[in-house]
């Protein structure tokens, strides 16, 4: 079983900045491999960025050099770090395993133009 918790979604004006957090509990199997999902109204749900156990990371072009994936596995947390927002990042963000399948609530991201 794996529960993970999402927070740090929120408003702001374009240009800012947000971090969001997922905090995972559960088996280390399913929680080694962890990423984050975007989805906004009307569109498709996409990769955003994954962060695997070893710290390789991965992330979509369209959020290149503007966003950060790390990891605290003391604290069994994966963040997002997002500068430079932009309206199109407006979306509900949602932390995900990889091997088990497991997502968490969501978080609303709204970037002002």
């Known amino acids: 079983q794996v529960q993970l918790v999402e927070s740090g979604g929120g408003s702001v004006q374009a240009g800012g900045s947000l971090r969001l957090s997922c905090q995972a509990f559960?088996?280390?199997?399913?929680?080694?491999?962890m990423s984050w999902y975007r989805q906004a109204p009307g569109k498709e749900r996409e990769l955003v960025s994954v962060?695997?156990?070893?710290?390789?990371?991965t992330y979509a072009d369209s959020v290149k050099g503007r966003f950060a994936i790390s990891r605290d596995n003391a604290k069994n947390t994966v963040y997002l770090q997002m500068n430079s927002l932009k309206p199109e990042d407006t979306a509900m963000y949602y932390c995900?395993?990889?091997?088990?399948?497991?997502w968490g609530q969501g978080t609303q991201v709204t970037v002002s133009s």
């Open positions: 995900k395993t990889v091997r088990c399948h497991s």
């Open positions: 559960g088996y280390t199997y399913c929680t080694y491999d």
């Open positions: 962060i695997q156990g070893d710290g390789d990371t």
